[in-house]
């Protein structure tokens, strides 16, 4: 069990072993094979030379620039890895380059002229439609689209259909 599971006291962290009971036995050793890969250094960034570690906490696999956090330093950038689209067995070193590049600016709304982005975070990928004054929507990416590789007028679609199914709800 890696210690940085386990709270102040020792005590298993919410989620711990815990994460792994009710695994069932047929992805057991999926699960397995990342707790093996908890901290693999998949190489250093070209531009910085941070080192870029893929790992595994409670929440699920992510990936990390710059070593753990030292107290008064900046923290190491994390981002998680977009659910049901990629394990840690599939992140290359270029695939964690551009998940570390979140978030991702899609460009401006044609009707509003808020701008669109795209961000990730342990609940999964979503689209920022900025909208200035009225706030900001929130909106989900679900398969087949991806976080890495939507692009605006996607984007905008599936802005769009969501107002349609909210106000065919009410």
């Known amino acids: 069990m890696d210690k940085r599971l386990k709270d102040k006291e020792g005590n298993l962290a919410k989620g711990g072993v815990e994460w792994f009971k009710?695994?069932?036995?047929?992805?057991?050793?999926?699960?397995?094979?990342?707790?093996?890969?908890?901290?693999?250094l998949l190489g250093y960034h070209p531009e910085t030379g941070e080192p870029i570690y893929a790992k595994l906490n409670f929440h699920g696999p992510y990936v990390q620039l710059g070593r753990k956090h030292i107290e008064g330093e900046k923290k190491p950038k994390q981002t998680f890895l977009p659910k049901g689209?990629?394990?840690?067995?599939?992140?290359?070193?270029?695939?964690?380059?551009?998940?570390?590049?979140?978030?991702?600016?899609?460009?401006?709304?044609?009707?509003?002229?808020?701008?669109?982005?795209?961000n990730l975070r342990s609940?999964?990928?979503?689209?920022?439609?900025?909208?200035?004054?009225?706030?900001?929507?929130?909106?989900?990416?679900?398969?087949?689209?991806?976080?890495?590789?939507?692009?605006?007028?996607?984007?905008?679609e599936v802005l769009a259909a969501s107002r349609l199914s909210r106000s065919n709800r009410r």
Do not use: C
Not at 22 to 40: A, G, M, R, S, Y
Not at 141 to 154: G, Y
């Open 123 to 156: 609940f999964g990928s979503y689209i920022i439609h900025d909208r200035g004054k009225e706030g900001k929507e929130y909106q989900s990416i679900k398969a087949p689209d991806n976080v890495l590789t939507i692009t605006l007028e996607r984007a905008i």
């Open 22 to 40: 009710d695994t069932p036995t047929q992805i057991l050793p999926i699960v397995l094979k990342w707790v093996k890969h908890f901290n693999e």
């Open 85 to 118: 689209m990629m394990t840690l067995e599939d992140i290359t070193l270029e695939i964690a380059l551009d998940l570390l590049k979140l978030p991702r600016d899609l460009g401006i709304h044609p009707e509003t002229g808020g701008k669109l982005q795209v």
